[in-house]
């Protein structure tokens, strides 16, 4: 049920390209003499490669119109079975796909007409019709010439349409095979058109001017004799063995009427009828052809041309007008020596033509094949590592329905859009090296970031360890010395800490270190540096921090860590703290021993009682 409107469409498309090629056969496009271009099998072409089996039905259309038109069945049969090898071959003889957009459809009508059209000609006309071999070998050229113009522009029909229809849909591109035989062939075709037919026209004109020029003299002679003198005339034509015949009149003097040959004249007449092809018309002169429904080029064979010598000199002030009392003359001739000639010249064009077709083709070939091998890219390899088929198509998908930013567009012909593919892939590839190697630079930073916090942190309090302790004192004692200010330096040791760790655990006594450590640090100030420097003890480095104001910290120590309570599970206690305070001696101290006189002002504290500070 969902197939039946596409049907229908596809049959409404397939009856308006129907009712088209008809009308083209009957559009009359003279390329050369005789030879009538029929443009509704290129129609046909382009319905067989848009809408498959349905161009069948174009073709029937088209080749009934040619049958037509030609008065002849081989045409319309001619016809049909070229488009039923080629629906042959683009369904059984190669990819479906491929074969419609790689232009070798032009290919396949030359091996038509080499491997079943001129023999089927040659069978039809020379055994059954008995036609002399040369007739049938230009009506089959004529055919072939025609199924490959045709083949040709509908295949250009069809790749046009196929570039402005299908702007997503990357696997319906057009191939770069397809796109440069068609451009080759129409550059060639084209102009070789173009020209064969302008001087095949010339040629044409300039033969029949001359047939009016030598026809009009006679008749200007028959005129001017005398009446009796006319059998003269007569005799001589017969003597030269002459085939023309004239008829003279003049005004309703029966005295004055002459025919050279009453009998011919009666009978073209009656069985003769002016020839509808203008190319073939001059003024004041035409061609009588048969009215026998017969083929077009036996009944030009027995034409006559017809020469009116009263409408040349039609308002012209001439000695042959009426009103001069000359009198008027119709010549008639056999017209089959000069559209011989012109036949000849006609199959003389037709074979250029052929050749430069046959030329185009194969030029057309080796140049789509270099082009498509130029840009085949199907054995590089596009991902730097294998990714699964489902990932690789989401990604195809993606690619196809939004192009991200930094990446081509999918364009109309499929080797370039393997290209762009690949460029694309390696933009992909290049961003997420990119990610990559900005993560990497993330963790890295990360990294440095815990070996810094590793190398000058104490994991157990959050304090900074004894080698930044000596880095920080080392920088503010030379900012010390560079400005005049003072430094000072506290060494703090939680009392008894070795004996809560004897009696509660070590738990308690790490608890015990943690909020000493952070009781402390959230006394001091922001500029000031607390570091662990041993196993019970803190150093607190406080620049720009005077003696006094060292001691007056201190105080607030003290009194903040009597009364803070430790607690652990169901365990609590409190824990006093000592202090040594030493303070910048400039040009004596470095922090070797600025540290050293903290300690040992912690050491008498010790001594001292401890829960106390001392300063030196």
Not at 177 to 203: C, E, N, Q, R, Y
Not at 263 to 274: D, F, G, N
Not at 357 to 386: G, T, V, Y
Request: glycine content about 6%; aromatic content about 6%.
């Amino acid at each position: 049920m969902k197939f039946r409107p596409k049907l229908r469409q596809a049959w409404i498309k397939a009856l308006i390209l129907s009712l088209f090629a008809v009308g083209l056969n009957l559009l009359k496009i003279d390329l050369l003499f005789d030879f009538r271009l029929l443009l509704g099998s290129s129609l046909a072409i382009l319905a067989l490669l848009l809408l498959g089996n349905l161009g069948l039905v174009v073709g029937l259309s088209a080749s009934l119109m040619a049958w037509k038109i030609c008065g002849n069945p081989w045409c319309g049969l001619s016809s049909m079975v070229e488009l039923l090898w080629l629906w042959a071959y683009l369904n059984y003889f190669g990819n479906k796909e491929e074969s419609r957009s790689d232009g070798r459809i032009i290919i396949a009508v030359i091996l038509f007409w080499i491997v079943i059209g001129i023999p089927a000609a040659f069978l039809f006309f020379g055994v059954f019709n008995n036609l002399d071999p040369t007739k049938v070998l230009l009506l089959v050229s004529r055919q072939a010439l025609n199924g490959s113009i045709c083949t040709t522009l509908g295949f250009g029909l069809y790749l046009l349409i196929r570039m402005v229809r299908v702007p997503d849909d990357r696997s319906q591109a057009i191939p770069i095979h397809g796109l440069t035989f068609a451009v080759v062939m129409a550059s060639v075709m084209i102009p070789s058109l173009i020209l064969v037919t302008l001087s095949s026209t010339k040629l044409v004109q300039a033969r029949l001017l001359a047939k009016a020029d030598q026809l009009e003299m006679f008749a200007k002679e028959v005129a001017i004799v005398p009446i009796d003198e006319v059998p003269k005339i007569v005799d001589s034509l017969r003597k030269s063995g002459s085939l023309v015949e004239f008829e003279r009149s003049f005004g309703s003097e029966r005295s004055q009427y002459f025919q050279s040959n009453p009998e011919l004249l009666k009978t073209l007449s009656q069985t003769h009828a002016p020839d509808i092809d203008r190319a073939l018309q001059l003024k004041g002169m035409e061609l009588l052809t048969s009215k026998h429904p017969a083929p077009k080029m036996n009944r030009q064979m027995s034409s006559y041309w017809k020469l009116d010598l009263a409408q040349i000199s039609m308002g012209e002030d001439s000695l042959l007008d009426a009103a001069d009392g000359r009198p008027d003359v119709i010549v008639v001739e056999p017209a089959k020596a000069l559209l011989q000639q012109l036949q000849a010249q006609s199959n003389r064009s037709i074979g250029m033509l052929s050749w430069s077709m046959i030329f185009a083709i194969l030029a057309s070939e080796m140049l789509a094949r270099l082009m498509a091998k130029q840009l085949n890219l199907d054995d590089l390899q596009i991902s730097a590592q294998p990714e699964s088929t489902t990932n690789l198509d989401k990604r195809r998908l993606q690619q196809q329905s939004s192009s991200p930013p930094g990446q081509v567009k999918i364009g109309k012909i499929r080797e370039l859009n393997q290209m762009i593919n690949l460029l694309n892939e390696r933009q992909s590839q290049i961003n997420r090296l990119k990610a990559d190697l900005q993560s990497a630079s993330l963790r890295l930073k990360s990294s440095r970031a815990e070996i810094d916090v590793l190398t000058t942190v104490d994991p157990l309090t959050g304090c900074f360890n004894q080698h930044e302790l000596y880095r920080r004192l080392d920088f503010e004692l030379q900012r010390s010395n560079r400005d005049q200010s003072d430094l000072s330096c506290l060494c703090i040791e939680v009392d008894h800490l070795n004996q809560i760790r004897n009696s509660y655990g070590s738990t308690m006594a790490d608890q015990v270190l943690i909020e000493v450590g952070a009781e402390i640090q959230a006394r001091a100030r922001t500029t000031d540096c607390l570091c662990r420097s041993g196993d019970t003890e803190f150093s607190l480095v406080l620049p720009m921090c005077s003696a006094k104001a060292a001691e007056g910290l201190a105080q607030e120590f003290h009194q903040a860590i009597k009364t803070r309570v430790v607690k652990h599970e169901d365990q609590q206690i409190s824990v006093t703290i000592s202090i040594g305070i030493s303070c910048l001696r400039r040009g004596n101290d470095d922090s070797e021993s600025l540290i050293h006189r903290a300690q040992n002002a912690l050491y008498r504290a010790k001594i001292e009682g401890r829960n106390r500070s001392v300063t030196v």
